[in-house]
Antibody
């Protein structure tokens, strides 16, 4: 069974560093992109970026480029989302998800098929 | 960059009713790159439709997707109590940059 297990809730003060994790199992980690999605309180889903664990290729939404770092450790099949200095506006729920590739009739489709349960991040002074 | 607009913002319906959700892109996009997700409070999102019209594994056939160009639709033929949720369309491009629409809330 494919599973993505996210690290627990975090409470941080502005300016602190933070790294949350997404431990995967049940599939070949290096064959799939892993992505991160934010949901701020009372708001919609925002796609942040993805990482390809095989070669650490990363793609970021322009909204998050330079604001966070997405990475992966093949040796422990874990993806990470990291901030060097959090702000109050970083508070929210962060989901990781496997980005699967489906090939049908000569077409290729990417979508997030398996998700973690989310990590709640609270940044407050 | 493609911007997605969803309408209505909120859809108030009763169980058994038909729900029609719209997703409009700021420019013409390939059907290949349009996905629909369902998100319930306290749960992880779930993929419903990929490639604009293909149901993901395990998704009931009351969910269907259609459309092309700039206008896409998610239809729920007969609402079940568990279908009340927020629905998002998502677009991606050939560089694997993704974006979600703002969502449509389907409420009782």
């Amino acid at each position: 069974e494919v599973q993505l297990l996210q690290s627990g809730a975090e409470v941080k003060k502005p300016g602190e560093s933070l790294r949350i994790s997404c431990k995967t199992s049940g599939y070949i980690f290096t064959n799939y992109w892993v992505g991160w999605v934010r949901q701020m309180p009372g708001k919609g889903l925002e796609w942040m970026g993805i990482v390809y664990p095989r070669d650490s290729d990363t793609r970021y939404s322009p909204s998050f480029q330079g604001q966070v770092t997405i990475s992966a450790d093949k040796s422990i099949t874990t993806a990470y989302l990291e901030w060097s200095s959090v702000k109050a506006s970083d508070s929210g729920i962060y989901y990781c998800a496997r980005q699967t590739l489906v090939r049908e009739n000569f077409y290729y489709y990417y979508f997030m098929d398996v998700w973690g349960k989310g990590t709640t991040v609270t940044v407050s002074s | 960059e493609v911007v997605l607009t969803q309408s209505p913002g909120t859809l108030s319906l009763s169980p058994g009713a038909r729900a029609t959700l719209s997703c409009r892109a700021s420019q013409s996009i390939s059907n290949t790159y349009l996905t629909w997700y369902q998100h319930k409070p306290g749960q992880a999102p779930r993929v419903l439709i990929y490639g604009a019209s293909s149901r993901a594994t395990g998704i009931p056939d009351r969910f269907s997707g259609s459309g092309s160009g700039t206008d896409f639709t998610l239809t729920i033929s007969r609402l079940e109590p568990e279908d009340f949720a927020v629905y998002y369309c998502q677009h991606y491009n050939s560089s694997l940059l993704f974006t979600f629409g703002p969502g449509t809330k389907v409420e009782i």
